[in-house]
Structure formats: structure tokens, C-alpha cells
């Protein structure tokens, strides 16, 4: 069905607009959160509040910002950076820095769930794209994103089509916290066991290398099939790592490779893959995924790393203790110490790591229970995951046809 679309100009369609242009104001470690342009994504819908890191007093969140702050249901976009990245508020208490606004709709003309997909349609991405004036970096100035051309079915319309695709979006949400706490679970469950547990001080402790099999360097191959490198791969790099342990499937690129060489590197259910070359000041190297069944048959099987990268083949049952000892030592800021290189690459002295850093050896029984527990409990995180990827996909869907009226939502019922 088509619906009676009406043309306004999106500054028509707000009632406010938050936009704190000048320094940023003095910040702290606590306090109330200060959100900059890297918690909006294009691929979330709300903001990512964990990537806060500063804070500011009350006194400079009550008299500093003068055009006040988001509220529930305004609409986050960066004007500086990943330009076309918008996302939806739905918490309140928390400032924005400069480089990014806040837009607040007329509800008595736009549904603010409506507009904020419209402006993820990605025909409306590709505007806002081409909205950009930077000439270092890619940024847009407020009155040209005021002053985009948008098109408006009736109000119930805007409010059924918003609440079909929200209901798809809280489900993602819902599994992305149902992750979060998951990994939280199985990291407090091994410290409780391993490393609070005052039994743990008597029993005997050996080198991390005591307890891995093999390590293995990883093949970066070409970008195309040529010569001898015909062997199809998806190749993990150290950018893929957080997503790998989010439970998501990262974007791995297609490399080609040696068959040979394939036999060799291939990764299988239960390797660990560490990034040994990278890292910045306050990120060192050391990066660590888990790489599952369930990941790799996203991949058909065919996975690598980046020779950035090395796999770490652990011996049976010694999976999921040296992976999540592993993160604990990153938590700690260790691998800072294992780091050399003077080109301005950090490189990861791997050797050192796992013939230094020791760890308590429980009993086999123990940790095969343990790696169990843990097996069971990622199992549920790919699964949600997974999920996940399909909801997007048919949100995707969706958000295209609804917007152009070729599904009709008019007489839902919410």
C-alpha cells in the first residue's frame, strides 16, 4: 500500500536540538557519564554506554552544558567521524561531548522510533555520506543535516512502523546483555576457583607453556587466487578479536593460501588465537579469542589468522583455563611488560608469556568440570549471537519495505 507521504525538512520535524559545540568541560573518573562520538554505531541501535570512560561533577553537569542534555527517545549523531551512524537513546543522565547532537522530535508530527530508522535506511546513510565537507576527517555541518529533505506517512503509520522494528531491536538488545552477563559468569566462576579459592595457594603451579600442546603462526596469503595460493580462507585478525568474544562473527576478509600450508594453520574447535603484533599506548598486545565450532561453521570451516596473530593449540581440557587465565593477566595490564619493537610496531615476545607466567594446577578433574561448565555457557553465547545475525537480517528487510509502504503496517494494532 501507498501511503500520503508529506515532504518537511527535518529541522520541521524537532522541537530541540542538544548541541554542546566548545571545549569539553573538565572531566573525572565518576560521576555522571560523558558520551563521545565512538558510542554511536551504525550497527547497534542504542548507544554504547560501556565505552564511556569519562565522568564529569555534578556542579558541571547542572551549569556547564547549556544546551542541556539527552533524554529518552532523542536521536544521537556524530557530526564528526563515522558519519551516517545514529542511535537511540533510552536512558537519561548522561551529557554528550562536542562533535555530537542530540535531535528532538515534534511528537505531535514524528514518531521519534520512525525517524530514528529512517535515518538508518540506507538510502538515507548514503545522504547524510554525502552531506560531508571535511577535508582531514569526514564531518558534516548542523544546519545541512537540518536542512535534509524528508518524507512522512500519517503519525500511526510512523508509530506502527517504528514499534515492528523496535520489537526486533529489543530482542538484539536483549541477547547482547544476556552475553555480556554470561561472559561476566564465566569470568567470576573462574576466579573464584582459581584465584580467590584460598586452596589454591597449596597446590603446586608450573609455566602456561606446561599446558599448551603447540603454537602455530599464522598466514596472511593473497587477496586473490593466483600461482599456488588457491586455497579459499577467512582470515581472523587482531580487529576481529572483540567481536570473536562477543560472541559474533567479525568480518573476517577472504585470503587465499597454499593448500599446504591450510593443513598446517587451519583453526579448529577450542584454539586460541593471540595477537602478537599491534596494540597502542594503552592497549597492548595480547588480544585472545576462543575460537568455537559455532564460529568456524559460519566460516565453513576455512579459518586462519593474520600472521599478526599466532594459534595456541592447548592441551585436552585446557581450553577454557588458559583462555580465561589469559584475560585475566590482559585485565591486569601484563602483557605491557611482553612487549618490544622499535619501529613503532609492538610486537608480543610470545615465548616469554608462556615460560614465565605461571598458573596453579588443580586437579585434572577440576578443570575438565570446569572447561565443561564454560563449554556450555559460550555455547548459549554463539547460539544468542546467532540469532542475533538473523534478527538483523530480517530487520534489514524489513526497514526497506516499510519505509517504502510495500509492506503495510497501517491497521497494527499496538
Known sequence: MKFEWKPYKLKDLLSCIVDNRGKTPPTQDQGYP????????????????????????????????????????????PTVGTLGAVSYVNRENFCIAQNLIALRVNTE????????????????????????????????????????????????VQKNIGYVLSVL????????????????????????RFIDNPEIANLPVDTLSSIVATTTGGDWGKDASQDNNSRKVYCIRGADI??????????????YIQSQSFLLKHLVDGDLVVEISGGSPTQSTGRMAYISQALLGRYEGKMVCTNFCKTIKPK???????????????????????????????????????????????????????????????????????????????????????????????????
Open 34 to 77: 560523558l558520551l563521545e562520538i565512538n558510542a554511536v554505531s551504525a550497527d547497534v541501535k542504542y548507544p554504547l554506554y560501556d565505552r564511556v570512560k569519562k565522568y564529569v561533577c555534578s556542579e558541571v553537569f547542572e551549569t556547564k552544558f547549556r544546551s542541556g542534555h539527552p533524554k529518552i527517545g532523542d536521536i544521537l549523531i
Open 109 to 156: 508530527i514524528c514518531d521519534s522510533q520512525y525517524l530514528y530508522y529512517y535515518l538508518c535506511n540506507p538510502i538515507t546513510r548514503l545522504r547524510l555520506l554525502n552531506l560531508d565537507i571535511g577535508a582531514v576527517q569526514p564531518s558534516i555541518k548542523v544546519p545541512h543535516l537540518l536542512n535534509l529533505d524528508i518524507e512522512l506517512p500519517p503519525l500511526k
Open 169 to 192: 531491536d529489543d530482542k538484539i538488545a536483549i541477547n547482547i546483555a544476556m552475553n555480556n552477563n554470561l561472559r561476566q559468569q564465566t569470568m567470576e566462576l573462574y576466579k573464584q
Open 242 to 255: 572483540p567481536e570473536v568474544n562477543n560472541g559474533n562473527r567479525g568480518r573476517m576478509p577472504v585470503r
Open 316 to 414: 585436552a581440557d585446557y581450553n577454557m583455563l588458559l583462555y580465561h587465565h589469559w584475560q585475566y593477566l590482559y585485565s591486569k595490564g601484563v602483557f605491557f611488560s611482553y612487549e618490544n619493537g622499535t619501529t613503532g610496531i609492538k610486537n608480543l615476545d610470545l615465548t616469554g608469556v608462556l615460560s614465565t607466567e605461571i598458573i596453579h594446577m588443580p586437579a585434572h578433574d577440576t578443570i575438565s568440570k570446569f572447561n565443561s561448565v564454560c563449554y556450555h555457557i559460550f555455547s548459549q553465547i554463539y547460539a544468542n549471537s546467532e540469532q542475533n545475525e538473523k534478527l538483523c537480517a530480517l530487520r534489514d528487510i524489513l526497514l526497506t519495505k516499510l519505509m517504502s509502504g510495500e509492506i503495510d503496517v497501517s491497521n497494527v494494532a499496538i
